[in-house]
C-alpha cells in the first residue's frame, strides 16, 4: 500500500473530493523518506535562486527506495507534490530526484535530464539493480 489513509480521511474521499492540503499531508506521513528528498530538492531549488536543482543520493535502504518510487511513480502523489511546492518533479536512476522552475520546463536542461540519451548517460554498474 502507497499511503495510510486515516479512516477520516478516507470517509471524506468518499463524501466527495479531498483537499491538496489533506492529501499532501497524508503523502507527508505516509512516505517520509519521500518527503525529506522531495522537500530538500525544492528547498534547493528556492535557495539557489536557479531554475533546477536535483538530489542523487542514494536512499539508505530497500525501504526508503520503496517510498520514492511510489511518490514520483503516482501521477497523483507526484502532483501534489509539484502544486504543494511550486515547482515540477524529475526522476532518474531509481533515485535521482531533480526540481525544475515551470518555465524552465521544456529547456535545454529539463530536455537533457528527461531524455533517454540523459537516461543512459546517468546509469551505472551500482544503479543496475535499483
Do not use: K
Not at 535562486?49 to 542514494?58: C, L, M, R
Not at 530497500?62 to 511550486?86: N, T, V
Amino acid at each position: 500500500m502507497s499511503l495510510n489513509v486515516s479512516p477520516a480521511l478516507l470517509e471524506t474521499a468518499e463524501r466527495g473530493e479531498v483537499s491538496d492540503a489533506e492529501f499532501v499531508d497524508c503523502v507527508r506521513e505516509s512516505l517520509p523518506y519521500a518527503w525529506e528528498v522531495v522537500s530538500s530538492v525544492m528547498a534547493d531549488l528556492r535557495v539557489s535562486g536557479g531554475d533546477f536543482a536535483d538530489h542523487e543520493i542514494p536512499p539508505p535502504s530497500e525501504s526508503e527506495r520503496g517510498q520514492l518510487l511510489r511518490a514520483l511513480a503516482s501521477d497523483a502523489i507526484r502532483g501534489g507534490l509539484e502544486r504543494h511546492f511550486g515547482a515540477r518533479l524529475a526522476f532518474q536512476n531509481c533515485h535521482r530526484v531533480a526540481a525544475f522552475e515551470h518555465t524552465a520546463v521544456g529547456g535545454e536542461r529539463w530536455q537533457r535530464f528527461v531524455s533517454p540519451r540523459g537516461q543512459l548517460l546517468n546509469q551505472s554498474p551500482e544503479l543496475r539493480n535499483c
